[in-house]
């Protein structure tokens, strides 16, 4: 399928990390891009790297996500040049490290809106839009932070929480439709994104379990073409998985308040 015949993919997050792997990963099989993220300048950086280098169409759209009608701004940029989306790839979201009671509210606001409430309002402004295309794709970044409470982490997992059970239900509602829903779950990813939480210490360790965005983004975008419900990489990710299905919750509670607290 050439590039003219494919549909646009709308990333989120796509300055850096997973984000921008996916956009690699997306544009070496021609499909065009809209990429959206807070960093004018890392955008653009990336649009013109994307186009010399697969020779697809990149367009930007520099937003702060977390702030109010963001997500109906992005939808009508959308609108106004009648981008034929055929995929939106939720991706953006960070975390917030620290005992809930000594973290700062706003900051955990502002996640909860970036985590979950963008999610929720791009995929209902735009499967309209989606359900124009004979074949459309939602993917939904979650964590293996989604399958148990983390203390410490406590608002952050509960967000993944909210966007893994948001996107088996949306999935099932739109079973019957041209729109494939998928939720990927990834765990520690070379990203920066433990630093950035505040989770300095944690960083260190995390290295040696760490995934590279590159290979995440790959069984991501096959996981979903595929058109595949819900994906977790990495051996000892899905291992955890099952570990945390059969061992009682406040055992794996308590052994994650023990790694986080570090």
Same mark, same amino acid.
């Not at 995929?87 to 900051?107: E, H, K, M, P, R």
């Not at 499967?127 to 203390?151: C, D, G």
């Not at 210490?201 to 290979?215: L, T």
């Given at each position: 399928?050439?590039?003219?015949?494919?549909?646009?993919?709308?990333?989120?997050?796509?300055?850096?990390?997973?984000?921008?792997? *996916?956009?690699?990963?997306? =544009?070496? #099989?021609?499909? $065009?891009? &809209?990429? +959206?993220?807070?960093?004018?300048?890392?955008?653009?950086?990336?649009?013109?790297?994307?186009?010399?280098?697969?020779?697809?169409?990149?367009?930007?759209?520099?937003?702060?996500?977390?702030?109010?009608?963001?997500?109906?701004?992005?939808?009508?940029?959308?609108?106004?040049?009648?981008?034929?989306?055929?995929?939106?790839?939720?991706?953006?979201?960070?975390?917030?490290?620290?005992?809930?009671?000594?973290?700062?509210?706003?900051?955990?606001?502002?996640?909860?809106?970036?985590?979950?409430?963008?999610?929720?309002?791009?995929?209902?402004?735009?499967?309209?839009?989606?359900?124009?295309?004979?074949?459309?794709?939602?993917?939904? *970044?979650?964590?293996?932070? =989604?399958? #148990?409470?983390? $203390?410490? &982490?406590? +608002?952050?997992?509960?967000?993944?929480?909210?966007?893994?059970?948001?996107?088996?239900?949306?999935?099932?509602?739109?079973?019957?439709?041209?729109?494939?829903?998928?939720?990927?779950?990834?765990?520690?990813?070379?990203?920066?994104?433990?630093?950035?939480?505040?989770?300095?210490?944690?960083?260190?360790?995390?290295?040696?379990?760490?995934?590279?965005?590159?290979?995440?983004?790959?069984?991501?975008?096959?996981?979903?073409?595929?058109?595949?419900?819900?994906?977790?990489?990495?051996?000892?990710?899905?291992?955890?998985?099952?570990?945390?299905?059969?061992?009682?919750?406040?055992?794996?509670?308590?052994?994650?308040?023990?790694?986080?607290?570090?």
């Amino acid at each position: 399928m050439s590039e003219k015949t494919k549909p646009y993919a709308l990333i989120t997050g796509a300055s850096k990390g997973i984000g921008k792997s *996916i956009a690699y990963e997306l =544009a070496k #099989q021609g499909y $065009p891009l &809209l990429l +959206v993220a807070r960093s004018e300048e890392e955008l653009k950086a990336l649009s013109d790297d994307l186009k010399v280098k697969y020779g697809i169409n990149a367009f930007i759209f520099s937003i702060d996500l977390s702030i109010n009608d963001a997500s109906v701004k992005v939808t009508n940029w959308i609108k106004r040049n009648n981008y034929p989306v055929g995929i939106l790839v939720n991706n953006a979201g960070y975390g917030v490290w620290g005992d809930f009671s000594q973290s700062s509210l706003t900051n955990q606001l502002g996640m909860m809106q970036l985590n979950m409430n963008v999610v929720v309002e791009l995929s209902h402004l735009l499967v309209p839009i989606l359900l124009q295309e004979k074949q459309a794709y939602i993917l939904n *970044i979650s964590s293996t932070a =989604a399958y #148990q409470a983390v $203390p410490t &982490l406590a +608002v952050y997992s509960a967000t993944k929480a909210f966007v893994l059970s948001f996107t088996r239900a949306l999935r099932f509602e739109l079973a019957q439709t041209s729109i494939s829903v998928t939720c990927f779950s990834p765990g520690p990813v070379d990203t920066g994104f433990a630093a950035r939480a505040g989770l300095d210490a944690f960083s260190k360790m995390a290295q040696k379990f760490n995934m590279q965005p590159d290979e995440v983004a790959k069984i991501a975008v096959k996981a979903l073409l595929n058109k595949k419900s819900e994906v977790i990489p990495g051996f000892t990710n899905i291992v955890s998985l099952y570990a945390n299905r059969i061992l009682p919750k406040a055992f794996i509670e308590k052994t994650a308040a023990g790694i986080y607290k570090i």
